[in-house]
């Protein structure tokens, strides 16, 4: 198999919980969150990787550590093999970050509602010094636009993000990103504030623009009936850590780990004769704190099948398929089945 | 069907006089409610879904006004009610509404329990001890602890906040429950936990539901029969599962198609393009045709009635027996979708608002 584009291997943070005078005074023990803890993956080349979970899991902040936003707690993360989680000069890492741009959730607030779509997508050439001319730019900022179908490019060139529907304002954040060239964009939900139809003509748009500007996409998302369609490998994180991972049809076809289970239970049918009845959504409760992780396997608490060893040892990832693991005591011995009462 | 009428609209057309003009945003919606059932409303943001919602409760917000119709809800005339009257006769005993982004209605500073008991002290009277046992039943009844009671909004997470406000609904016996985006905020595990409570409490409770959202496949789960909006019109109404198996307007089909299927590998993703029109100035004759994929000739000019098909409403041409139209029909139906002319019609309604001002403005 290729090198993959990109490889995190132990991936770790952790935030510490800002304690008050008297809290310090009292001498309360310090509290961390353990919101990414010990992840690994890798990425191939135009394969994208999609990151679901419920909220709260960390899938977020495991974007903001690959865009170098946040700085890991430990392990280590390598763009076609350099390692970028030991840099730390402001150059190197002006460098890395025109390779990896990032589109985030709410167009609405992406973008600055004083600035005009033209200001908008000059500002990344002007920050990285590209473009000689503003005439120069002016024809990278044509064509950025018309790459994600915004087109006549004059149209939109003046206008403010106001003025445009939503899905054009997620264009104008795609296009922003895309403007660099960049090999990598971490996707943190980006269609999750959409309508349904206009959800369906972005994620083409973005699914098209794979081929035609070889770019690879990290897709965070929470809802997991998007995947099948736009992502190539799966990854179902919980309470930090990737409990399941593999190419996304196996994922979503086989299921190994109880929670990627319930997960899949949980997604609404889209056809009457089958959803009529109440679901049995084989787990309870919410995702507990990430400063107060359950021993042994992070899931046994809402775990369906949790036995006493799933309270005493992590487990470790057990291969199920080629290319698919899960991180559970039981994988590959539980059978997926959707149970409708009536 | 026999069983008794809850709901029954007629006509209704809701519209807000802003300065730039009238907002047609609800236009001519007629449909019954009976006791148990539910309907979902479906459709794009701007539709008019919420609009709706808010009529039914005579709340519509200035300048919001109902123009006329008439919803007739279990004999008491809705629409002609006062503010004064509306809210003793109906909210809460009659009908009751859970919002969209219900997690931000509680007050932060008061217990769960105060803010739960205020329906039933100030429509029957009952306070201290008597209400709290009532709300406490309510509670367990949406699998809650009754303890749950005495803690504070900020104690709880989004799905128990859902679930308290879905009971405080519940709490007056009303006839019907509008639940406008119940489950949008909340992550799907939850969410299909409130969606299988809601079921059961409406067998249980013998309450009719409306439920307004964007997503079709929650609406599949939870709605005998289905309603689909576009831009202020009901384009389509009928049972949910004739429509799911067999859309018959142009715009439900492509709004299902659009749903992306989690069992079967697909390449691409089926959309409607161009966006919404702006409802001050709809678009002549149909308001969908500039974006619909079966637009005839007589689309543009003609307001389509509303044709009966096999049991199912339908607002579109394609069903009409008139002769002229159906007749034009070859003639536009190869009219695929021009990106060029819809972004044009687009700018005409941005016209306004464009400012055309020389480019080194920015310039800093």
């Known amino acids: 198999m290729a090198e993959p584009l990109f490889k995190a291997r132990n991936l770790t943070k952790h935030f510490q919980i800002t304690q008050s005078f008297f809290q310090k005074l009292r001498g309360k023990e310090k509290q961390v969150v353990r919101a990414v803890d010990g992840v690994d993956f890798d990425i191939y080349w135009k394969k994208n990787f999609s990151v679901v979970g419920e909220s709260g899991c960390g899938k977020t902040t495991v974007g903001k550590l690959m865009m170098r936003l946040l700085d890991p707690t430990a392990g280590h993360m390598y763009m076609k093999g350099e390692d970028i989680s030991a840099i730390s000069n402001r150059q190197q890492l002006k460098a890395y970050r025109r390779q990896t741009q990032m589109i985030y959730q709410d167009p609405f607030s992406a973008l600055d509602p004083r600035h005009r779509i033209r200001t908008i997508l000059e500002e990344p050439l002007m920050i990285h010094d590209i473009g000689d001319s503003r005439e120069e730019r002016t024809d990278m900022i044509h064509e ?43 996707a943190d939900e980006p269609v999750s504030m959409l309508d349904v139809s206009v959800r369906a003509e972005v994620l083409n748009l973005m699914k098209d623009l794979i081929d035609e500007e070889d770019v690879t996409y990290f897709y965070i998302t929470h809802d997991i009936s998007t995947t099948r369609f736009f992502t ?34 949980a997604v609404p049918e889209p056809d009457p004769e089958r959803g009529r009845g109440v679901k049995k959504v084989p787990i309870t409760g919410e995702i ?38 899960a991180k559970c005591h039981f994988a590959g011995e539980i059978e997926f089945d959707i149970e409708v009462a009536k | ?8 609209v007629d006509e209704l057309c809701t519209h807000y006089l802003t300065t730039d003009g009238e907002v047609m945003a609800l236009d001519d919606a007629s449909f019954k409610l009976h006791r148990g059932e539910s ?11 919420s609009t709706l919602a808010f009529s039914l409760l005579n709340q519509v917000q200035p300048p919001g006004q109902i123009m006329s119709g008439s919803i007739d809800l279990d004999g008491i005339q809705v629409a002609d009610l006062t503010e004064k009257e509306a809210r003793k006769k109906i909210r809460w005993k009659k009908v009751s509404m859970v919002f969209q982004g219900a997690m931000e209605i509680m007050t932060p500073v008061y217990t769960v329990g105060h803010q739960m008991v205020e329906p039933l002290k100030y429509h029957k009277g009952i306070e201290g001890k008597k209400a709290r046992d009532i709300c406490e039943r309510y509670l367990e009844l949406v699998n809650l602890d009754g303890s749950i009671f005495d803690r504070y909004p900020h104690e709880l997470s989004g799905g128990q906040k859902q679930r308290v406000i879905i009971a405080t609904a519940l709490l007056l016996e009303p006839d019907l429950v509008i639940l406008d985006e119940p489950t949008t905020a909340l992550d799907v595990v939850v969410e299909a936990r409130i969606m299988n409570d809601l079921k059961r409490l409406r067998r249980e409770l013998d309450i009719s539901m409306i439920f307004i959202t964007h997503d079709l496949s929650i609406l599949a789960e939870v709605s005998d029969n289905l309603a689909i909006m576009y831009a202020g019109w009901i384009v389509e109404f009928g049972s949910s599962k004739d429509i799911y198996k067999d859309p018959k307007h142009p715009y439900t089909e492509k709004l299902m198609a659009a749903i992306p299927d989690i069992r079967t590998d697909i390449e691409r993703l089926e959309y409607i393009p161009g966006v919404p029109p702006n409802l001050i100035n709809p678009p002549a004759g149909c308001r969908f ?18 044709y009966d098909v096999g049991g199912v409403r339908v607002k579109c041409h394609l069903y009409s027996e008139d002769e002229e139209i159906a007749e034009s029909e070859e003639a536009q139906y190869e009219t695929a979708y021009d990106d060029e002319a819809a972004a044009e019609a687009y700018e005409g309604e941005l016209g306004k608002e464009e400012i055309e001002e020389p480019d080194e403005i920015m310039e800093e």
Do not use: W
């Open chain 1, 232 to 265: 190539d490998y799966i990854g179902v994180m919980y309470l930090g850590d990737i409990v399941e991972k593999g190419r996304g049809g196996d994922v979503l076809d086989t299921p190994s780990h109880p929670y990627t289970q319930a997960l899949l239970v």
């Open chain 2, 39 to 49: 309907i979902g409303i479906a459709g794009e943001s701007g539709c008019g879904k």
């Open chain 2, 1 to 8: 069907m026999d069983s008794k009428m809850v709901l029954e």
């Open chain 1, 144 to 186: 950025a636009l018309e790459e994600v179908r915004l087109t006549p490019p004059e149209k939109f060139l003046r206008r403010y993000p106001h003025m445009l529907s939503g899905g054009q304002k997620q264009r104008v954040s795609l296009a922003r990103a895309m403007i660099l060239n960049p090999d990598f964009i971490v």
């Open chain 1, 288 to 325: 507990p704190s990430g400063t107060n992780i359950p021993s042994g396997c992070r899931f046994h608490p809402r775990c369906p099948h949790a036995k006493e060893i799933c309270e005493k040892k992590d487990p470790e990832e057990i291969k199920v398929g080629k290319e698919h693991t």
């Open chain 2, 289 to 306: 045709h500039p974006r619909c994929h079966k637009a005839m000739e007589g689309c543009k000019e003609l307001e389509p009635e509303t």
